[in-house]
C-alpha cells in the first residue's frame, strides 16, 4: 500500500524514496517505539537535480503518524521541490484508510524547498493540536487543528479526527515515479522532549557570496587543536544564494566547518575555521567564531543547539 525509503551511507547521508504503489501510497518511514506527543521533526533537504515539468514533487515530515497496511493516520508537513510555478507547502491531516486527506493550513505559501534549506515541523496540544512550519528558522505555516479545519482534500469537514499521539518519520512524492533520486533529506532528527542524550544541531550561517557558489566544508577531528590543520574534507555544496546550513544531530566528537567558493572553476582560499564540541550526553560546548569576511566576499559563523 505504501511505498519504500531508501538510505545511503557517506556524510551526508542520503534519504529519498524509491517506489509509489498505489495513489496517495507515498513513500513513508516511521519512527519505532513509543513516542510523547509534543514533538519537533527536522530534515535539511537535498537536490541532486531540481525536478521540473509536469507537477508534482514533494518532500515530507511526519508528525503522530500511525501505519499499518491498509491504514495511516496523523499530520505531514510538506513543500514542493520544484520551481515556479509549482511551488506550495502544505500541512495535511491523513484520517485512516488511503486517500483520506486534507491540506488543513488557513494560508498557503507559495514557495518551494531547495538544496541545503532546513524544514522544521513541531506539534503541541491536544485540543487543539497546534502544528507549525518553518524554513531556515523563519515560520511559513501554523494551524490549530480542532477537527474542522481545511478545504482542500478527499476527507475535510467539521468533525473529523484530531490526533493526540503517533510517531515522527518523513515521506516523499513523486508524480512522475521517475525523479526518486533527485531529492531527499541529506540529515533528519526527531525529538519528543521527554529523552535524554539526544544529538544536537549545528547550526551555520554565512553572507552569500556577490557570484559564485558556497561549498560547506566538513570534518570530525580528534581534538578542537586539529581544526587548524585539516587536510581532508567533506564537501557540501549549497544552492545559489542559500545562508544557513544545519547539521542535524551530529555525534559526540569535535567538529571543523569551513567554507570555500567555487567562481567558475576558480576557488576561493578556505574562509575562517568555525568548530564544535558535541558531548555523548547531549550537552555541548562550542566555539563557533562570529561571521568574519571570506575573501572579501562572504562571511562564516554559527550557533549551536540540542535538538
Same mark, same amino acid.
Given at each position: 500500500m505504501w511505498g519504500d525509503v531508501r538510505t545511503t551511507g557517506g556524510s551526508p547521508g542520503f534519504a529519498y524514496g524509491v517506489s509509489e504503489p498505489t495513489q496517495y501510497g507515498d513513500p513513508t518511514a516511521i519512527m519505532t517505539g513509543t513516542w510523547g506527543?509534543?514533538?519537533?521533526? /527536522? =530534515?535539511?533537504?537535498?537536490?541532486?537535480? !531540481?525536478?521540473?515539468?509536469?507537477?508534482?514533487?514533494?518532500?515530507?515530515?511526519?508528525?503522530?503518524?500511525?501505519?499499518?497496511?491498509s491504514s495511516i493516520s496523523g499530520y505531514e508537513a510538506y513543500c514542493s521541490v520544484m520551481p515556479s510555478p509549482n511551488q506550495y507547502c502544505h500541512i495535511a491531516r491523513w484520517s485512516g484508510a488511503n486517500g483520506r486527506y486534507c491540506n488543513i493550513e488557513p494560508s498557503t505559501p507559495s514557495i518551494n524547498l531547495v538544496n541545503g534549506d532546513v524544514f522544521k515541523a513541531t506539534i503541541t496540544g491536544s485540543s487543539p493540536a497546534v502544528i507549525t512550519v518553518y524554513r531556515n528558522g523563519t515560520q511559513i505555516m501554523q494551524v490549530s487543528? /480542532? =477537527?474542522?479545519?481545511?478545504?482542500?482534500? !478527499?476527507?475535510c469537514g467539521s468533525g473529523r479526527p484530531v490526533f493526540t499521539s503517533g510517531n515522527p518519520g518523513m515521506g516523499f512524492y513523486d508524480t512522475a515515479g521517475t525523479n526518486w533520486n533527485f531529492f531527499g533529506?541529506?540529515?533528519?532528527?526527531?525529538?519528543?522532549?521527554?529523552?535524554?542524550g539526544n544529538s544536537p544541531d549545528v547550526q551555520l550561517n554565512w553572507t552569500p557570496p556577490a557570484s559564485g557558489m558556497v561549498i560547506l566544508l566538513k570534518a570530525q577531528v580528534a581534538s578542537s587543536s586539529e581544526c587548524g590543520s585539516v587536510s581532508a574534507w567533506t564537501q557540501i555544496p549549497q544552492a545559489a544564494g542559500a545562508s544557513t546550513y544545519t547539521d542535524n544531530a551530529v555525534g559526540a566528537g569535535y567538529y571543523c566547518y569551513g567554507l570555500i567558493v567555487n567562481n567558475g572553476g576558480a576557488y576561493s582560499a578556505v574562509s575562517n575555521i568555525v568548530e564544535a564540541q558535541v558531548t555523548a550526553s547531549g550537552g555541548t560546548t562550542a566555539t563557533l567564531s562570529a561571521p568574519v569576511p571570506v575573501n572579501g566576499a562572504s562571511s562564516f559563523g554559527g550557533s549551536i543547539g540540542t535538538q
Open positions: 506527543p509534543d514533538q519537533t521533526v /527536522t =530534515g535539511t533537504v537535498k537536490i541532486n537535480t !531540481t525536478p521540473t515539468g509536469t507537477c508534482c514533487n514533494e518532500i515530507e515530515l511526519r508528525l503522530r503518524m500511525t501505519i499499518s497496511s487543528d /480542532t =477537527g474542522s479545519e481545511g478545504g482542500q482534500g !478527499t476527507d533529506w541529506q540529515a533528519w532528527s526527531a525529538n519528543d522532549g521527554t529523552t535524554t
